[in-house]
């Protein structure tokens, strides 16, 4: 009978310290509180352009957003210029990718000015913002193409001399590609309307320092190369070089060459975003023809062209 | 500094032999054998008591794991010698001893019929009741208490319930002792290394009650002879097979399914014994648990064993296979083989005052790890073993020495998207010595000092590993025993898992670095236990471990698996409490564990990332606190056990948030036409805790005798009150994956 009550006992008080410690249900939240990055920002404002995109993103509680995320946000996104007390508002828009992925980018079709700089804001409903400051660079001289011609006619090299840019943040060869119907032989001499895709090759990595600038002597048959690599070598195709596209930056910009993928995957790697992360430059850029203009025997700047898409 | 300390070792080893120089003069001894009649297998745990008959002053000593007893330091005249073991008729013999004879007596007793149920085994000789602080011995009777859903009691999932011993949930297969990592833990089946024989799901190993004869497991301060691994080691004893009749079992439960059988080769004088294990979980967990669980382990065993007398010798192989997906909803597949091969042999010479232990075999490990983005990882290694091992007895000191050889191959190859294949593959060759001594100063106090000498030629320059241990009964009784231990440990291999995730199983084994030296723990413990009486006991032990040169992977915010290692010091302390109730039908014990673990590393990026190079973080396997609880009884026939265990939460890195990189490293972005490379942005390492996770597993069992049968029932549960457990947490994915679910069982086990 002892036993029994100390059995019932025994078993009570396992019990009771059972129910006690079921009920200890602590909640988990993964996600690190978050006062310290408010907004995602990448991008850049060109003087020159007509419309001025960036990417800015509240940080996300996910990995990959959807618009309904965005939907429920509500950010205001200004352009404040610090040399004329303007503010501009920027419209947000929804850009929809693979896999139901949503960006939010921002725009503004109000020209900017070189050697002007705006101070970016991004503010949510709770009043937290993150900012950044852009300084513009000032307008450079329009760089002269040098193109250097085989006996049979083609294009072998460009020599591009670029005057008055501290600092390189683009060269970008751009070409039109123009694929080849079934039992055509050879290539048009002129670029036919359709039936044809745009490649821009970036080639500022082989741009060297000179005494007031850059110049950089692009090989057209690496970017052939490259761009049939991107093809496919069973297609045919006929290339035509279009255009060269250069951007020069202020001291903002940064020599992402020697930095490493590990810093930049970092939140303050690169960053130039108070409150926030990512990374903004402001940039002046020019588009001119791939080839050769002449004055005479001289070499001249050609005259600038709007990019081709 | 290091040649100072051999010589102050070898000065500490003199005077302790000097010490025991009066008792030299008494050398007659009796020593031998002790097995069960019936069986013909090892009888450990016999109390042999020698009583002189004209002095009525026993002396006594219960037999160790090999079945070994030894009673020394007795003078020259006419003695009466008991052999008791509960469940055995009683041995009893007269003898005569003269100066110097050391006489040999292998008794095999007889099994009591009238005490056949009778499992309770107390030792009532002072010696036997001593344990080394942060050791245990394990027996087949106490796996069988602990709640496990098959027919038989599993070793592992008797570790679970001991403090200190932490997991990182029921499936994984991974144990991590008062601090150290799983790669840290040294296991022995049989004197042989095995790398990671815990199945992928948690409850189970290829290590059963029937199969396990015993283990000895040491949290720390564990003796020279184990040398390579710094936080614990299990060392494990496989039983011998039933030299005299044929047996069998079978059993079956929703998670397992077991055949095993033994039976004589030559009757009498050699024995086999096989096993086979395999999973039904991955079939049955649809309508057990509502939801597949993609989990296949299997195992198989065949041990061999022969001898009389005074040498006993065995050779066994164990191969363990896992298989299985962590996470059913990702196509990732993780499987791992373990195989170990070998042979083991035991001599005691006639009239010579030592014992011989001989090991030798081959151990093969392999895991690989198959992600849906076809990264494949891949990393095995084979070590070939030989030691040598001497226990030998002057006057009532017991010096234990020895060698060891090892040589490791080791490979690794790892191939992730859009990344490089890392693949690198190393030979060491190991060998060393090792020697320690059990010296009573006085009858109450004991010190062992010993110490290892090891050298990996060409990698790592000589190791030399002192330890001492000793044991006091300070109230000259053997109710209440201090013990002390600290040491050097060293270990020339590292196993790096994927610091991402904390339920990663896949190991790459590697040496450290070149130039690096070896990982390092100086340990400290400190223990204290206490019989009350009325079946109560308790303990109460604390430990310190200083480590150093710890290989830990370079943190990265890339999601790649890196074998880039840098340096880490950490400390790790902490303390268990144990009361333990084991009087008439029920056993009970309640355990607390508290650990504390802090690395410290320095990398470039930390700069960069937190703006100072030097992080303190406590590692994934810090669970700061855990209770442990078991009670069984027997009830009308019925053997009803509980077992309920709570842990406080383990860290995990926490996400501040999440956003895409654009990238500008060729040309400027077009935000228009780009998403950018996803990207978590991580907090400081391990700032984060998962929640708390606690789990009831009850069962019942009742067994049926027919003539030379018996067949078993057992109902329980797991997870009795259906926890939401988290086994582990992608920061990428931000999944959870919760521990297994209430899982009612019922085994069905029969034997002959």
């Known amino acids: 009978m002892i036993t029994s009550k100390k059995t019932i006992l025994c078993v009570l008080l396992f019990g009771v310290l059972l129910l006690f410690f079921s009920s200890c249900n602590s909640t988990f939240d993964p996600l690190e509180e978050n006062d310290q990055y408010f907004f995602s920002m990448y991008g850049y404002l060109d003087a020159s352009a007509d419309t001025q995109w960036v990417r800015i993103m509240p940080l996300s509680e996910t990995l990959y957003p959807d618009s309904a995320f965005l939907d429920s946000t509500d950010v205001n996104v200004t352009l404040h210029s610090l040399e004329t007390d303007e503010l501009i508002t920027m419209q947000d828009s929804v850009f929809h990718f693979v896999n139901d992925i949503s960006a939010w980018n921002f725009s503004t079709t109000h020209q900017l000015q070189p050697d002007h700089t705006y101070l970016l804001s991004a503010t949510n409903a709770e009043g937290n913002s993150s900012q950044t400051s852009i300084s513009i660079p000032e307008e450079f001289p329009t760089p002269v193409v040098y193109l250097g011609i085989s006996t049979t006619g083609e294009i072998i090299n460009a020599v591009v001399e670029i005057q008055g840019v501290e600092n390189l943040a683009d060269l970008q060869s751009i070409y039109q590609v123009y694929f080849l119907n079934p039992g055509d032989e050879e290539c048009p001499s002129e670029l036919p309307d359709n039936n044809t895709r745009v490649f821009s090759i970036p080639n500022a990595d082989k741009a060297n320092r000179t005494n007031n600038g850059f110049v950089a002597n692009l090989s057209i048959v690496e970017d052939e190369r490259y761009i049939r690599s991107r093809i496919g070598t069973s297609t045919a195709t006929c290339i035509y070089p279009q255009q060269f596209f250069i951007a020069s930056a202020n001291e903002e910009w940064l020599d992402f060459s020697v930095i490493d993928d590990e810093i930049i995957s970092l939140p303050e790697g690169i960053s130039n975003i108070e409150n926030g992360v990512g990374y903004m430059v402001g940039i002046y850029s020019k588009t001119i023809p791939f080839k050769s203009c002449m004055d005479g025997n001289l070499p001249v700047p050609c005259e600038e062209e709007s990019r081709i898409n | ?752």
């Open chain 2, 1 to 752: 500094m290091p040649k100072l300390t051999i010589t102050l070792f070898t000065l500490l080893l003199l005077s302790a032999t000097c010490g025991t120089q009066r008792v030299l003069s008494q050398s007659a001894a009796i020593q031998g054998f002790t097995s069960d009649q019936s069986t013909g297998q090892t009888l450990e745990g016999v109390n042999v008591v020698v009583n002189e008959l004209d002095n009525n002053q026993p002396q006594g000593t219960p037999s160790d794991r090999n079945g070994f007893y030894r009673v020394d330091d007795l003078e020259p005249g006419t003695y009466e010698v008991t052999f008791s073991y509960v469940g055995f008729v009683t041995f009893r013999d007269t003898l005569s001893l003269s100066t110097d004879e050391r006489k040999t007596i292998n008794v095999a007793l007889e099994p009591d019929e009238a005490f056949l149920d009778e499992v309770t085994v107390e030792p009532t000789i002072a010696r036997a009741s001593k344990r080394e602080v942060g050791a245990q011995r394990i027996t087949s009777e106490s796996v069988q208490r602990v709640p496990t859903p098959a027919g038989s009691g599993d070793l592992t999932s008797y570790l679970q319930a001991m403090p200190g011993v932490v997991t990182s949930g029921d499936r994984g297969g991974q144990l991590f002792i008062r601090g150290g990592t799983s790669t840290e833990n040294m296991i022995l089946v049989d004197g042989l290394m095995i790398y990671q024989p815990f199945h992928i799901v948690g409850f189970f190993s290829p290590f059963p009650e029937g199969l396990v004869s015993g283990a000895d497991f040491y949290a720390g301060g564990f003796s020279p002879r184990y040398t390579g691994r710094l936080s614990s080691v299990l060392d494990i004893q496989m039983r011998e097979g039933n030299r005299n009749d044929t047996k069998g079992m079978l059993s079956i439960s929703p998670f397992l399914g077991e055949v095993f059988a033994e039976g004589p080769i030559k009757k009498g004088k050699s024995s086999w014994i096989a096993s086979y294990r395999t999973s039904l979980i991955e079939q049955t967990s649809p309508w057990l648990l509502g939801e597949k669980q993609p989990l296949t382990f299997n195992n198989q065993f065949l041990k061999v064993s022969t001898g009389e007398s005074n040498s006993r010798c065995s050779a066994m192989v164990m191969r363990t296979y896992d298989r299985g997906s962590l996470d059913a909803e990702e196509q990732s597949s993780i499987k791992w083989n373990n195989l170990v091969a070998g042979g083991r042999c035991l001599f005691l010479p006639q009239q010579q005052n030592y014992l011989i232990n001989m090991n030798m075999g081959i151990s093969y490990f392999s895991n690989t790890l198959q992600n849906e983005n076809e990264s494949e990882f891949f990393s095995d290694i084979a070590r070939l073993q030989t030691d040598l091992n001497i226990s030998r007895f002057s006057g009532s000191v017991e010096y234990n020495y020895g060698l060891f050889m090892n040589m490791k191959l080791i490979n690794y190859s790892l191939s992730e998207l859009l990344q490089s294949v890392q693949d690198e593959s190393n030979t060491l060759l190991g060998m060393g010595i090792y020697l320690e001594a059990s010296v009573p100063i006085t009858p109450r106090l004991e010190i062992n000092p010993g110490a290892s000498l090891s050298v990996y030629p060409g990698i790592y320059p000589v190791s030399f590993e002192p330890r001492i241990q000793a044991t006091w009964e300070p109230f000259g009784t053997e109710r209440e025993q201090i013990d002390v231990s600290v040491g050097l440990y060293r270990q020339p291999i590292v196993g790096i898992s994927d610091m991402r995730d904390a339920g990663s199983v896949f190991t790459a084994w590697m040496p450290s670095p070149d130039g690096a030296p070896q990982k390092e723990a100086l340990q400290a413990q400190l223990g204290w236990q206490q019989s009350l009486g009325k079946g109560f006991s308790w303990s109460l032990e604390g430990y310190y471990k200083r480590l150093r040169n710890l290989p830990v992977t370079t943190w990265s915010p890339v999601a790649q698996f890196s074998t880039n290692l840098v340096s880490a010091k950490g400390d790790v302390y902490g303390g268990d409490v144990r009361i333990e109730y084991n009087r008439n039908q029920w056993y009970g014990f309640i355990g607390y564990g508290y650990n504390w673990i802090m690395y410290e590393t320095e990398q470039d990026l930390f700069n960069t990332w937190f703006g100072e190079p030097v992080q303190r973080y406590h590692p994934s396997h810090d669970r700061r606190h855990q209770i442990n609880s078991m009670i069984s009884t027997e009830f009308r026939n019925f053997t009803v056990s509980a077992r309920w265990q709570i842990g406080s939460g383990m860290p995990f890195t926490k996400p501040i948030g999440f956003d895409s990189i654009v990238q500008f490293e060729e040309e400027l972005p077009s935000v228009k036409n780009i998403y950018g490379t996803p990207r978590v942005i991580l907090d400081k390492p391990f700032q984060g805790r998962m929640p708390i996770n606690h789990r009831l597993d009850i069962s019942m069992e009742r067994t049926f005798q027919f003539s030379e049968s018996e067949i078993s029932f057992q109902a329980g549960a797991i997870n009795s009150y259906n926890q939401s457990n988290l086994f582990y947490y992608d920061v990428y994915t931000q999944r959870s994956l919760n521990q297994l679910p209430f899982a009612p069982y019922l085994s069905i086990k029969l034997q002959r």
